[in-house]
């Protein structure tokens, strides 16, 4: 409950219908857009990786289940042999612990994680070093293409929303994937809950129900001054002014709108997404027809960014009559995907 409490008082979000490149604008960028939300993604992860793992409660709650089922779906065709592996975005390896406990530890040839943060890669070092596979923990990009083979399989987890055009990167790594590979993308934003009427109603409700109640509970105070002590100056601070000190912008930008461009495709409202932010899993799927076919996907979290972990008992259930009318339009999914088969069978 308190983190209920604590992620209410936090909801005071920017609710802008300013695309990136509108809304950095007025502090000068002086490097493209593309480049800038990488940059910013880089500072904003450097300090946010000391505390990631306990900030981000969802990667130990219902996701360790779904992943389960996401490595056994994927990874079915490959039978026993041995799998060369990329984890792109692995953070402090989230993904890639799912997959070393789940059977993986002893039928890895090589898996290489890459993140653009340092800071993410040597947490992630230590966190993977217990298992006994040849692993590599890779910082830059270009080294990818120069490894020793493709890859079989391509691990990423609440990722996509971080970068500049997903679909592109997606479609680039195309060149470093096998002809059969397959790729588990879990925990990302859908768009389909905001644009589901009912959905949005009840989250509607919620917020408007416990807007004033977070002020009379003393452990939203206890659990705010919490948050503060773990995070110091919030990472979107010190992004902001690593950005200006590096000449990146010519004028520091708030908090608020950093955190915008590093969770670039993550939308807070309808408007939003009718701007484009936020994924669908159908629309991905043809977007990416020809190179990745949809093989299963999954979405959940009906009451928005909120975790359903931290509702009251009535809300719970009204969040379980939306999943089982609406099971495509949670706000948060999963997915597997297949890469197509060229024609020549090659
Ligand atoms: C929300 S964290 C997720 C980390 C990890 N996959 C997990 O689920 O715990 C996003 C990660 O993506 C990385 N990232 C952001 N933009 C990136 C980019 N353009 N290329 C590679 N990694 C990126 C960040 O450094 C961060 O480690």
Known sequence: MSRLVTALTRSNRVNTTCSATEL???????????????????????????????????TRDGL??????????????????????????????????????????????????????????SICRDRLARFSCPIRIVSDREALSASGGRFDVLLTNSLLHHLPD??????????????????????????????????????????????YRKYLSLR?????????????????????????????????????????????????SREEVEMGR??????????LAGQWQLAWSRTYNFMGYLSENMLPAAWLRRCRELERRFPHDGSTFCAVWRRVQRRDGT
């Open 166 to 211: 997903p679909l592109d990167t997606i479609q680039r790594l195309g060149s470093v994937m096998s002809d059969c590979a397959v790729w588990l993308a879990g925990h990302e934003p859908s768009s389909r809950f905001l644009r589901n009427p009912e959905c949005r109603d009840v989250l509607t409700r919620f917020q408007n129900q416990w807007r």
């Open 278 to 287: 936020g994924f669908d899993v159908s629309e991905m799927a043809d977007r």
């Open 64 to 121: 360790l289940a779904t992943w389960r089922e996401m490595l056994t779906v994927g990874l079915a065709s490959f039978e026993r042999r041995p799998l060369r592996v990329l984890d792109f975005g692995c953070g402090t390896g989230f993904e890639a612990i799912r997959l070393l406990e789940n059977g993986g530890d002893s039928r890895i040839e090589e898996l290489v994680c890459y993140d653009l943060s340092p800071e993410m890669l």
């Open 24 to 58: 950095i604008a007025p502090y000068e960028p002086q490097i493209p857009i593309a480049e800038l939300v990488e940059q910013f993604n880089r500072f904003y992860h450097a300090s946010a990786a000391r505390h990631y793992d306990k900030r981000h409660p969802e």
């Open 220 to 268: 939203a105070y206890v659990s705010y001054a919490k948050e503060i002590l773990l995070q110091g100056a919030s990472p979107a601070k010190k992004a902001a002014l690593e950005a200006e000190q590096r000449g990146l912008v010519r004028r520091k930008p708030p908090a608020r709108v950093v955190a915008r461009l590093v969770d670039c495709h993550v939308p807070n």
